[in-house]
C-alpha cells in the first residue's frame, strides 16, 4: 500500500514536499516513481528512483527544480518540488515498479494522489 501526502496550495515560486509512504511489501525491492495529472488530461511521468536511490529520472519540465529521494529505513519516498510553476498544477501519484521506468503501464503499485495547485 502506497500513502502519498504533502499536497496543498502554493504560490508560484514557492515549494512543497510530497511523501510517498509505503507498507505491506518489501519497500526497497522497488524502483519508485511520481506521477502526475491534470484535469482532463493523462497521467505523465514526472520522476523516478532505483531501488537504492543512485539512480533517477527526471521529467524534462521537471529537471533542475524538483529532487525525488527515497528513505528505506523510514520505507518513504520524497518529491522535493521548488521553483513551483501553474503549470505545475496535478495531482501527484507515487507508484512502485519492478524496473526503473518512466512508463505508467510498467508500475505495479499506486497510491491514492495528492493534489498540488499552483497559483499565479
Known amino acids: 500500500q502506497l500513502q502519498a501526502s504533502g499536497g496543498g496550495l502554493v504560490q508560484a515560486g514557492g515549494s512543497l514536499r510530497l511523501s510517498c509512504a509505503a507498507s505491506?511489501?518489501?519497500?526497497?525491492?522497488?524502483?519508485m516513481g511520481w506521477f502526475r495529472q491534470a484535469p482532463g488530461k493523462e497521467r505523465k511521468f514526472v520522476a523516478a528512483i532505483g531501488w537504492n536511490g543512485r539512480s533517477t529520472y527526471y521529467a524534462d519540465s521537471v529537471k533542475g527544480r524538483f529532487t525525488i529521494s527515497r528513505d528505506n529505513v523510514k520505507n518513504t519516498v520524497y518529491l522535493q518540488m521548488n521553483a513551483l510553476k501553474p503549470e505545475d498544477t496535478a495531482v501527484y501519484y507515487c507508484?512502485?515498479?519492478?524496473?526503473?521506468?518512466?512508463?505508467?503501464?510498467?508500475?505495479?503499485?499506486w497510491g491514492q494522489g495528492t493534489l498540488v495547485t499552483v497559483s499565479s
Open positions: 505491506g511489501r518489501t519497500f526497497s525491492n522497488y524502483n
Open positions: 507508484g512502485a515498479t519492478g524496473i526503473l521506468t518512466p512508463r505508467y503501464s510498467d508500475y505495479d503499485y
